[in-house]
DNA sequence: GCCAACGTTGGC
DNA sequence: GCCAACGTTGGC
């Protein structure tokens, strides 16, 4: 069991749309760290859903459907796409602000490394960002 | 294989 | 709108 981030520009693609549909092809992903950590997804893993942008904040929770295949969108190369849903939208979304406010979730992957769109997340981050979001 | 130039992302 | 950080590209 393993715990993610996936980060999205809400204009694009957003945590409402996510929750509208029943099974969302996670594509698009054209960064080879954000593949293989798409990659190394199992079924169950649970996925923080990030709003970048205006936002900035963690809005819900998804959970991975089926793990990495090969992303029918790419017209060329290798690059993978998982199959997520959502599973309950935050009460409170947690801001970046929040995050790096936090001194135990400083080493997020958010706060040092932002532009990564697919991150691994720990589990006492993951507790913690949740323990923020009621 | 190195590195400069360039493009993209995303926070501010 | 700006800029820092990062990734990619292409010349050498």
Known sequence: MH???VKTEPETFSWDDLARETCTKWT???NYQARNFLREMKKNDLVFVYHSGTEKAIRGIAKVITCACVDETATEGDWSMVELVAVRAFKTPVTLAEIKQDVSLKTMTLVNNPRLSV????????????????
């Open 3 to 5: 715990y993610w981030l």
């Open 28 to 30: 698009g992903v054209r």
């Open 119 to 134: 991150q691994p997340v720990t589990k006492t981050q993951w507790q913690k960002c949740v323990s923020l979001s009621s």
